[in-house]
């Protein structure tokens, strides 16, 4: 082992020399900030040494950078939301398309009517209950009577003469049958499709 001499206590700094030490440290700390540090960094370059060195274009750069980055990461987020919007609209419209598709005619019915011949078809309903229909006539055209009744009651709900087809909603305003009469008033046969769907108990010929 060696043996060290411990030094004297003159030998040690005094506290001025280290305060001055540390105000010196703490003044060179404060000077690389201020010319290299924010002028290379973030293109802050107040003293203009920074210029001098071409530390400030360094910087000016990496801030340019920082900043397209920015722009493509806030660029990203709105195409993002957009999207997102986009698949929201898209799926509303395949929910209405799928909706609709579920929601097939639940009856239909095709039949031949001569000149001056007639046919009656009736939806068998109670009072508030409603029907959807859709009417194709082909060949011609059909005089037509959507009607009411039953209780004692009766009720009209649309006329047609001459009509090659019509769709709308029967509401039903009382518990009966609810329908249609129809008679070819032109000189050849006449093919009537009717289709219905909703609230109804039966769809009967009520000829």
């Known amino acids: ?17 280290l305060l001055k030490s540390t105000v010196i440290a703490g003044v060179s700390a404060v000077a690389i900030l201020v010319t290299v540090v924010l002028p290379a960094e973030y293109g802050i370059d107040p003293t203009r040494v920074g210029g001098m060195l071409g530390l400030a274009e360094m910087g000016e750069i990496k801030t340019q950078l920082a900043e397209e980055a920015e722009m493509d990461r806030q660029m990203m987020e709105a195409e993002s939301d957009q999207s997102s919007l986009l ?10 398309a799928h909706a609709q598709e579920v929601e097939a005619w639940r009856d239909e019915i095709t ?14 309903m109670t009072e508030g209950q409603t029907a959807q229909y859709r009417m194709i006539v082909k060949g011609g055209r059909v005089n037509f009577d959507l009607h009411g009744h039953g209780g004692g009651q009766s009720i009209t709900y649309e006329k047609g003469r001459g009509s090659t087809g019509s769709e709308g909603t029967i509401l039903a305003d009382f518990e009966g049958e609810h329908g249609w ?15 219905v769907r909703g609230e109804y108990a039966e769809f009967k010929d009520a000829s």
């Open 111 to 124: 039949f031949t009517l001569e000149p001056d011949a007639s046919a009656e078809w009736k939806l068998v």
């Open 87 to 96: 698949n929201d609209i898209f799926g509303l419209f395949v929910g209405a």
């Open 1 to 17: 082992m060696f043996n060290s001499n411990r030094p004297s206590l003159e030998e040690l700094p005094s506290s001025a020399q």
């Open 181 to 195: 009469f129809w008679r070819n008033r032109d000189n050849s046969d006449v093919t009537v499709t009717v289709q």
